[in-house]
């Protein structure tokens, strides 16, 4: 069976994962949403790559890695608008502060943040920060663009797995995708992180991921009974601290 993508779906999905400011789509493109996920490796490495170019502008006027890391963090959270921190701050509050799968669905859909949502978020940004300062002080600024790319491509293959835990909600109005744009996602990010990071590096990385997108599936079907948009923002963010993580340790 032929794939259905069309090149729109990298601009569906850059109105749906980031804050850039996207020409007006016609109303008809918005309902091939859930087919238009082979293109959140795309949106990764665009918001990666941003994310590097300001990181390569701040080392040529002499800034320090640890500045350097920080506006990287800074960029990817404003371009993105802070959508994936906000999905492990809800799941990780919703998840573990209640007893029911009711529960836990009514606490990630409040706005206000928790003691778990906040210590989440804490180790996310210093996990983060600590592994992108050594990964530039070692040169290899180009990991910040693989690992945007493949931590999102990590999201349709749970939105493939896992049925919505809710009737509303962006991962309901979503819908759920075909095997076909998945799969494409996969091999988009796969690729890029092979030529981005080199074959070790990034089959390291690809392992990383399916083990953490396995752990999650199996996580969130007991707390939940499925997936919701804040498990898949989740998703995004615990795959990028690992993969990160790993490249630090090859790095060293």
Same mark, same amino acid.
């Given at each position: %069976? +032929? ?8 601009? =569906?999905? &850059? #109105? !749906?994962?980031?804050? @850039? ?41 002499g800034l ?5 890391a920080?506006?990287a963090?800074?960029t ?31 606490? %990630? +859909? ?8 906040? =210590?989440? &978020? #804490? !180790?996310?940004?210093g @996990?983060?920060?600590?592994a ?87 996580l969130?079907?007991a ?17 990028e ?5 790993a ?6």
């Open positions: %069976m +032929k794939a259905d993508i069309s090149p729109r779906d990298i601009l =569906l999905s &850059l #109105v !749906l994962l980031t804050r @850039l400011p996207i020409p007006a789509l016609p109303d008809s493109s918005f309902a091939r949403q859930a087919q238009a996920v082979w293109a959140f490796p795309a949106v990764g490495m665009i918001v990666g790559g941003i994310a590097a170019t300001i990181v390569v502008l701040a080392q040529w006027i320090s890695p640890a500045i350097c920080g506006l963090l800074l990817m959270v404003c371009v993105t608008g802070a959508m994936h921190e906000d999905g492990l701050a809800d799941t990780v509050d919703g998840f573990w502060g209640g007893f029911t799968p009711e529960r836990r669905l009514e606490i %990630m +859909k409040d706005s206000h943040i928790g003691t778990y949502g906040v =210590l989440a &978020l #804490v !180790l996310s940004l @996990l983060r920060w600590t992108l300062f050594a990964l530039i002080a070692a040169g290899n600024v180009l990991s910040v663009v693989a690992v945007a790319a493949l931590s999102r491509a990590m999201m349709p293959i749970l939105m493939l797995s896992l049925p919505n835990a809710r009737n509303t909600g962006l991962a309901h109005r979503v819908g759920t995708p075909s095997r076909h744009p998945a799969g494409i996602a996969l091999c988009c990010a796969a690729l890029l992180a092979w030529a981005a990071l080199g074959l070790g590096p990034a089959t390291l990385c690809l392992l990383i991921s399916a083990g953490a997108v396995w752990a999650l599936h199996y969130a079907r707390k939940v009974g499925g997936r919701t948009g804040d498990v898949l923002g989740a998703t995004q963010q615990i795959t601290i690992l993969c990160l993580l490249l630090t340790a090859i790095s060293a």
